[in-house]
Every structure is written in C-alpha cells, then in structure tokens.
C-alpha cells in the first residue's frame, strides 16, 4: 500500500490546475478536481489489487484520470466512481498483460528500498511477506472473482456497491464473492501446505 507522501505526490501529478487557479476554473475542470480528490485513493488501491505492480501503479492511476478528463462529458453525474473503476479495470488488464509480453519481474529489494517504512493506516499486512502472499493469492484469480473480492474485502464496499460499481446483478457478485473467497482459502491452505506461507 501507498505511503502518505507518495499518495499527496501522486496527487499532485495527477491534477492538471493549480489552486490557485479554483476560482476560475470553468465547470468541467472543478468536476475533475473533485474526481480526483474523493476518489483518487480508492482507484490507487483498486489498481493495486487489481495487480498493477507497485512500481507502475501512479503511472496508471494518472492514465486513470487522464481518461477521465478526456471523456469527462461523456460521464454521468453521480457515476463518476463507477466510471473511474471500470476505466481503471482496463488499465489494470493492460498493465497485466504487458507484464505478461514482457516478462519483466519487478526487483522486490528494490521497491522495498523505495518504499516509505513507516506504518500508515492503509497497511492491512503487517510485513512484506504477507503482502506478497497476499498478490500470488490473487494472480490465481480470474478477473471477475478478484475484482469483487478486493473491493470487498480490501476495500470494505458492500455487495450492494459492489454491484452498483461494476454493473453486475446482486447474485452475480454474491456469487463471485463465494467463489473468490474459496479460492482464496484454497490457495491459502495449498501454499501453508508446501511450507510457502512461513
């Protein structure tokens, strides 16, 4: 999970305005501005958990939000963070089969020396082993199961929300959410099994 600071500087390269500027600013940039405050956390984490790796994670929650501003009148109001989430399910798919064509495995020292190391509250996992526990986990997810399975239980949405978010009947996240959760604890044991989980 992101540090504070890397959050507020993400944020800053995220927004296209100055502050000073607010006062003038036409509609549509404030819309904008306000998309980017209230939910740029929830998409730098949802693209996290949807398996962009730490290292290219800014750069995708920036393509996020430069989407959004590209299509910004095309967004209905009131929908902006379902928007935001299904724009960033595909820039998410992208950066995992990029990683897939290239074969590129991040250097997990490095981003363990790049990493702020004090604690914040958006650390679930107290260690690095627990969190890279918790990534293999979910790459052996497909798509669906892991979307509704971190916006549930990484995020704490609803399975009202969740459905609302992605457009999916109520059963069908009910049903995505069950079959997450079992493959999660499957795994879970495979690996405590082969000795992988100490």
Do not use: C
């Amino acid at each position: 999970m992101p540090a504070l600071s890397m959050v507020a500087d993400a944020r800053q390269q995220v927004r296209l305005i100055p502050e000073a500027d607010a006062s003038a600013m036409p509609q549509s940039d404030e819309r904008l501005r306000y998309m980017v405050e209230a939910h740029f956390d929830f998409i730098w984490r949802s693209l996290r958990g949807l398996g962009v790796p730490s290292g290219s994670v800014d750069d995708a929650a920036q393509h996020v939000f430069l989407i959004a501003s590209q299509k910004l009148d095309a967004i209905e109001l009131g929908r902006e963070k379902s928007f935001l989430f299904s724009t960033a399910r595909g820039v998410a798919a992208n950066a995992r089969r990029s990683i897939a064509r290239s074969r590129e495995r991040l250097d997990d020292v490095a981003i363990a020396a790049s990493v702020d190391p004090a604690p914040d509250p958006e650390q679930a996992l107290s260690s690095q082993q627990g969190r890279k526990l918790l990534e293999t986990i979910l790459e052996t997810m497909d798509e669906d199961t892991r979307e509704v399975f971190v916006l549930f239980e990484l995020e704490g949405l609803t399975t009202s929300s969740i459905a609302t978010l992605i457009g999916a009947p109520m059963g069908t996240v009910a049903s995505r959410l069950r079959r997450a959760r079992e493959a999660f604890q499957r795994e879970a044991r495979r690996i405590q099994a082969s000795g992988g989980g100490k």
